[in-house]
């Protein structure tokens, strides 16, 4: 059968993921593997006609698709989502629909997950019969235990085809997109008392994300920085070469880091503004969300407010949120709010997160990590400590400097206290008594602070 294979990865043959390829072509000799290299290529394939049309023939030849891509910030790299945005805006949908298809990626497996719900919203979208994915992580390859399950997944994805198995679609259509509707001045505008504001966005002359972007300006009565994300002048997308790690210092000489310094560290309250395309932001803010990654794993956004403004059916697309979420808080950030244009009371929303977004920024408010922020910080310290740490210098002199090596084992008084606790369980009386208590045990301590709290006390007195 022939199977094309679109990489994601800018590094093209020299990347990861295009290993995981190179096991699979041998170890199905019998099946014809045609890559298209959208990510390495994305510039030839936007400009050069020739470049598109070859490689809409070789998936129009195809029997199945197997995306094979890295995860880059919680998705697919810049490169691919622009070479998918593409396909839209050339209307080459017909190429792909009917073709069943596959998806692997490589990663740590951090927001794997999110990248393989986006690839497989937007094969839904294309009419391809999606039948599953492979979430490798990068060094998985090494070990002959997942080859075996590596080979029965890609088995099970041409058995698929071979018995032309009914795919159902799990990802519903969105919705057409709404006419952009008219603001209305807000009331008072609120006072930023000193907090320093800026959004950034990608909007469009005269699309609904302009018109949301200079409504929220005029909510505050202080002085609002706005930027186009274009104006940081990138050359490019990341090159995932990881130079960066040393010293956090990419290897592009653009305006990245000149922006980056400008806007993003001084600002008190973010506001990143974007428009629904496809299943995500433009690739314009993939390619700076990817571009920010020479921060390495130190949290950009810590102490911040974090708000966004989204042109586009947000409300049908829970993985967008749980990415933007994500950004946010993984880097240490307070997520003030989300406005999208499919509310009713658009005016009276933006004034509120205006309000709002200051209020919390003066009270410093960072509200506690739900489980993908604390999840994700276990995996950054693994992985770092484990041995990224060799090449992300700078990532480890942060984790050392801020404590961010916290691994339980370091406790030593509950380290203690457990092995006590352990041993002593083993007497039948002691044991029966932990049981029969096991509710009060478990309150003593926080009774405990609760009698304790200078800071109950504080309130008191006041
Ligand atoms: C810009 C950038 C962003 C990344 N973001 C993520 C991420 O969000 N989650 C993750 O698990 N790994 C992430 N990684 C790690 C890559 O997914 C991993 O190294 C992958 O195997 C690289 O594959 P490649 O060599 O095919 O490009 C990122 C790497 C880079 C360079």
């Known amino acids: 059968m022939q199977i094309s294979v679109i990489s994601g990865s800018p590094k093209g043959e020299k990347s990861v993921t295009f290993q995981y390829v190179r096991f699979l072509e041998q170890a199905f000799p019998d099946h014809t593997f045609t890559v298209v290299h959208a990510g390495r290529e994305i510039r030839a394939i936007e400009e050069r006609e020739e470049v598109w049309r070859g490689l809409l023939a070789t998936v129009e030849g195809c029997e199945g698709v197997l995306w094979a891509t890295p995860v880059y910030v919680m998705l697919v790299p810049a490169q691919l989502k622009r070479f998918i945005e593409l396909v839209g805006e050339r209307n080459a949908a017909e190429a792909f629909s009917g073709k069943y298809a596959a998806c692997l990626t490589t990663s740590i497996r951090f927001f794997d997950h999110t990248a393989h719900a986006y690839l497989h919203g937007v094969c839904d979208d294309l009419g391809m019969l999606y039948t599953g994915f492979c979430s490798a992580h990068m060094e998985d390859l090494r070990n002959e235990a997942f080859q075996e399950q590596f080979i029965l997944f890609f088995s099970d994805f041409l058995e698929a085809i071979i018995e032309q198995r009914p795919v159902q679609r799990v990802f519903p259509p969105l919705p057409a997109a709404s006419a952009c509707r008219v603001l209305k001045t807000s009331p008072a505008a609120v006072d930023t008392r000193g907090r320093r504001v800026v959004i950034l966005h990608d909007a469009e002359p005269g699309s609904g994300q302009e018109a949301m972007v200079r409504h929220l300006a005029a909510c505050y009565a202080g002085p609002v920085q706005v930027a186009h994300v274009r104006d940081a002048g990138m050359k490019g997308g990341c090159l995932g070469c990881c130079r960066c790690a040393f010293e956090n210092t990419c290897i592009y000489d653009d305006g990245f880091r000149a922006f980056w310094n400008e806007y993003v560290v001084p600002a008190d309250i973010l506001v990143m503004a974007g428009t629904v395309r496809d299943r995500f932001f433009s690739a314009a803010w993939k390619q700076f969300f990817d571009r920010s990654f020479s921060n390495g794993h130190v949290p950009a956004f810590e102490g911040k407010q974090i708000a966004y403004l989204v042109e586009g ?49 003066e009270r410093g408010y960072i509200a506690p990590a739900t489980f993908p922020a604390v999840a994700g910080h276990k995996i950054f310290r693994d992985e770092i400590w484990g041995g990224m740490r060799a090449i992300f210098k700078a990532d480890d002199r942060y984790y050392r400097q801020h404590g961010l090596y916290d691994f339980p084992t370091r406790d030593y008084p509950k380290r203690i206290v457990t092995r006590a606790t352990s041993l002593a369980m083993s007497i039948p009386a002691f044991r029966r008594d932990v049981v029969e208590k096991m509710p009060a045990y478990m309150v003593r301590p926080l009774e405990k602070a609760i009698e304790t709290s200078t800071v109950l006390a504080k309130r008191r007195a006041k």
């Open 313 to 361: 059916p947000l409300g049908h697309l829970p993985n967008l949120r749980e990415v933007l979420t994500g950004l946010a808080t993984m880097e240490g950030a307070n997520l003030a709010g989300i406005v999208t244009d499919e509310s009713d009371r658009i005016d009276a929303v933006l004034h509120t997160l205006a309000e709002r977004s200051v209020r919390l920024s």
